[in-house]
């Protein structure tokens, strides 16, 4: 099994964008997927889409329990960046 190291989301317009239309804003998704202690991420794979972090978290602030996918950019420094996220 991988160790995942994720410590800092790079947003772009297009992540920014993705989010937004599920209702949510960045800092929800940093805050579930960076700083809920409880969070539950695990590497997912599969043809279409490739391999990325799926995280199950929950935004402290507003208590929303948020479904994240990211895609690494930068392994070596935990970076990776919001394919996208919505409520469960």
């Not at 937004?20 to 889409?49: C, F, I, M, N």
């Not at 799926?54 to 208590?63: A, F, S």
Request: glycine share 8%; aromatic share 6%.
């Amino acid at each position: 099994m991988k160790n995942i190291h994720l410590i800092d989301i790079d947003w772009d317009e297009q992540s920014i964008n993705e989010v937004a239309a599920h209702g949510l804003y960045p800092w929800e998704v940093d805050e579930a997927a960076l700083y809920d202690t409880g969070r539950q991420a695990k590497l997912v794979s599969d043809d279409r889409h490739g391999e990325r972090i799926q995280v199950l978290g929950t935004c402290e602030c507003n208590g929303k329990k948020l479904r994240i996918f990211i895609r690494m950019i930068d392994i070596e420094m935990g970076v990776g960046r919001v394919i996208t996220a919505w409520e469960v």
